[in-house]
């Protein structure tokens, strides 16, 4: 199995719905479309994992962990599957925050 792991930004409706989603690498790569988390967006980190055959596989399965806008905290595991949230991400958003 291979797992890739991107930061994710949802724009959400009234409803809480997602309208649009967007993927980076990195936080770097997305802070222009930060502005007000809690309203209409939503940060997270999305995990994908793919069978091994071909360059990409087959998609086997995918988890959201969502940072809480209140709090600025991302969770620390994944909402689907309660495995742990890399550490890099949680630094990557600390390091974030406190530029």
Known sequence: MK???EWTLEE?????DIVDVNFWDT???????LTELGSSLRLGV???VYDEYGEWGELVDR??????PATM??????EEDG????????TELTRYINA
Do not use: G, I, W
């Open 3 to 5: 797992t890739y792991y």
């Open 46 to 48: 999305n995990k994908r």
């Open 83 to 90: 495995c742990k949230v890399p550490k890099r991400f949680h």
């Open 63 to 68: 988890a959201y962990a969502y940072v809480d």
């Open 12 to 16: 959400l409706d009234e409803h809480e």
């Open 27 to 33: 936080l770097d790569q997305c802070k222009s479309q």
């Open 73 to 78: 905290a991302l969770a620390a595991t994944f």
